[in-house]
């Protein structure tokens, strides 16, 4: 049974322009994702492709102006808003991007302890902080005294001690240096082999290859394609979906060679399917509506030419 | 840690050296910028001295009285004159109350530190629980009312406000006195406390009616903008919400600000009560300085204007100090 099970799922938001005028921006279509226990998944898109709206979704903490609809099932259940205040923190936890998701005037000893719920804080506090070589100092230091990599020890530390089963970690690598990247992928390497499922929201798909199970391709807020990793080889041959294809090969180490064109803005959607306005193969029929996920060996697509 | 703890006493001196210097230039400024105005003003120094007596005064009298006071020497020589007299302590003697400035702001100083003190107190409170109330239910009928009754209060006129309780609650309702600081008629020896604050409670409260709604206004922003922080992001994130949210994070990262403002509002208040002891007739600074300023008394106004400055200035110096004290970023600043 998936831990994690994702359908349909979109989300929009209600903005007033002009007065009263109201304007829906849709930032999440129809978009899918399914995992399982012992997994990860990397989660890869460029920015605003909706990745950060997925985890915030999943936790319900998307700000009060958004629409959802869709269904997202957490062990085998419907997780309505409800459950998922019940959940979040203790059995679904997030790894966040940067220092600032700290409290600047909280010690950090004190925000690793408040994300223990069924344990003796102090002690579990002190046993992580041993554990990912944290300096027993820091305890009573505050956020801007720590170095990048420290910070991203801590952060990885609270979803640690919450007990989650679920992880889900927005950016976790942008803006350290490659040591500090390979120890915060080997943390999360280490909580699936642990059986919890990873969730690792990124917009680097080379450190995403080095960890994950799963590589989830996101354009323009949904789910292009949902391959498994040892699928990326080559000139990107087995990959079922075009814009999955331009990414691999458009990689330093491949070909480097850049798509054409942008994604589209949340408000300027077309259509049919979101990548046809960029694809080569394009057709016709392209441009008349959205495709519907479909599996082709082992992975997931979004495309009707898929094979 | 004893490392950093002298660095830190280091830099809270150097701090405070600072702070010093700043002051007696700012004194000094407003020293020099008050003499200038009032120099250049209609004020004529012995016609204010003396009175209604003045037809009785002859030409020559004046001039005596002049060249007594040294009206007759240079401008620039005057203010220095009068300058080494206020560094030395001597801020002259007040011409309506024919007593020395500096126990004139002594006596009137109290009184109205009582009725600031009062209203400081409790337009903070207020103002904060109705801040953090309205931020926490932002956009739900208790903000929307929390918000009007600011809005019309921040544009209320403090002698507006006065005169409406003076009216409900002293004439109609007869539940306090009209005005004054105590009963008249009573020999001050007679008078208790009860008498002093029965008569501070009207002109408390219209400073603190009006003090609240700058307070309230404020700390909803900041607490807006704190919850809509990461960190608040993360900390929902984290399962927490309601109460132990705003305990945990936005009561911590909303009173360092708030702290501030309530020090940085001592001029408000000082203009506040100005405006409320004359409503009021309460005998505090406030009305001390629109008699100086009406009558023509010099000494007593610089006085005033003097000590203005330095309670202004005495609030501000606590609110930066307090930051530095609680604010464990800028605690370490210099030793990280």
Redesign the interface.
């Known amino acids: 049974m998936p831990i994690l099970e994702v359908q349909d799922l979109s989300v929009s938001f209600v903005q007033y322009t002009k007065g009263l005028r109201q304007k829906k921006v849709q930032a999440i279509t129809s978009l899918d994702i399914t995992m399982h226990e012992g997994e990860i998944l990397a989660v890869v898109g460029s920015s605003g492709s909706g990745k950060s709206l997925l985890a ?1 979704a999943i ?1 319900g ?1 998307l700000p009060s102006n958004a629409r959802v609809s869709g269904t997202i099932n957490y062990s085998g259940d419907e997780l309505t808003p409800v459950r998922q ?6 059995e679904i ?2 790894v ?1 991007q ?1 220092v ?8 950090v000893g004190a925000q690793v302890r ?2 223990v ?1 069924n344990d003796n804080p102090v002690e579990v506090q002190k046993k992580i902080f041993e554990r990912y070589h944290l300096d027993p100092d820091l305890d009573k230091k ?1 956020p ?2 720590l170095s990048g990599g420290m910070a991203r020890r801590t952060l990885v530390s ?1 979803a640690m001690v ?1 007990g989650a089963k679920l992880i889900i970690a927005d950016e976790p690598t942008p803006g350290l240096d490659s040591i500090v990247i390979k120890e915060a992928l080997s943390n999360f390497r280490e909580l699936a082999d642990h059986g919890c499922a990873v969730m690792m929201i990124t917009h680097d798909l080379g450190s995403a290859l080095q960890i994950a199970d799963k590589i989830a391709i996101f354009y323009a807020g949904t789910t292009v394609e949902v391959a498994p990793v040892k699928d990326f080889f080559g000139r990107g041959e087995k990959l079922r979906h075009p814009y999955t294809k331009a990414l691999w090969r458009a990689l330093p180490q491949n070909e480097f060679v850049p798509i054409p064109g942008s994604q589209p803005l949340p408000n300027t959607l077309p259509s049919g399917c979101l990548f046809e306005p960029r694809c080569e193969t394009a057709t016709r029929e392209c441009s008349l509506k959205q495709p519907k996920i479909q599996e082709i060996r082992g992975g997931m697509v979004r495309c009707i030419h898929a094979t | 840690m004893n490392r950093l703890k002298g660095e830190f006493s280091k830099s809270l001196l150097t701090f405070l050296v600072m702070k010093g210097i700043r002051m007696v230039s700012l004194l000094f400024a407003i020293c020099l910028v008050s003499f200038i105005l009032v120099k250049s003003s209609p004020i004529d120094p012995i016609q204010a001295y003396v009175g209604a007596d003045m037809m009785r005064v002859s030409p020559e009298q004046r001039e005596n009285i002049a060249e007594y006071w040294g009206l007759d020497k240079p401008a620039i020589e005057q203010f220095f004159h009068w300058g080494s007299a206020v560094a030395g302590g001597d801020l002259g003697t007040s011409m309506i109350f024919r007593q020395p400035v500096a126990d004139i702001i002594h006596e009137r100083f109290f009184s109205s530190l009582a009725l600031m003190s009062t209203a400081w107190v409790l337009s903070g409170i207020f103002g904060f629980a109705m801040g953090v109330v309205a931020a926490m239910k932002k956009d739900t009928w208790v903000d929307q009312f929390i918000k009007w009754y600011c809005y019309t209060l921040a544009s209320t006129p403090t002698f507006w406000m006065g005169l409406l309780l003076l009216m409900i609650f002293a004439v109609w309702l007869g539940w306090f006195p009209v005005g004054m600081g105590v009963p008249v008629g009573v020999i001050a020896e007679d008078v208790t406390i009860g008498d002093r604050v029965l008569h501070l409670i009207l002109p408390a409260l219209t400073l603190s009616i009006i003090g609240v709604a700058n307070i309230a206004l404020h700390t909803r922003q900041k607490l807006i903008d704190v919850l809509a922080s990461d960190y608040v992001l993360f900390a929902k994130a984290r399962g927490e919400r309601g109460f132990i949210l705003f305990w945990r994070h936005g009561l911590r990262n909303i009173a360092l600000p708030a702290v501030t403002l309530q020090f940085a509002s001592f001029s408000e208040l000082f203009g506040g009560a100005i405006l409320a002891e004359q409503v009021f007739s309460y005998p505090g600074l406030g009305e001390a300085t629109v008699e100086a300023g009406l009558r023509g008394d010099v000494p007593l106004l610089l006085g005033l204007v003097l000590f203005s400055a330095l309670f202004v200035f005495a609030g501000n110096l606590i609110a930066d100090l307090i930051y530095r004290v609680i604010d464990p970023r800028m605690k370490g600043a210099k030793s990280v």
């Open positions: 915030h936790l903490i205040a019940s959940l979040r923190g203790r936890a997030l966040p940067s600032n998701y700290l409290d600047p005037l909280m010690s408040t994300s719920h505050y801007f005294q609270m919450s």
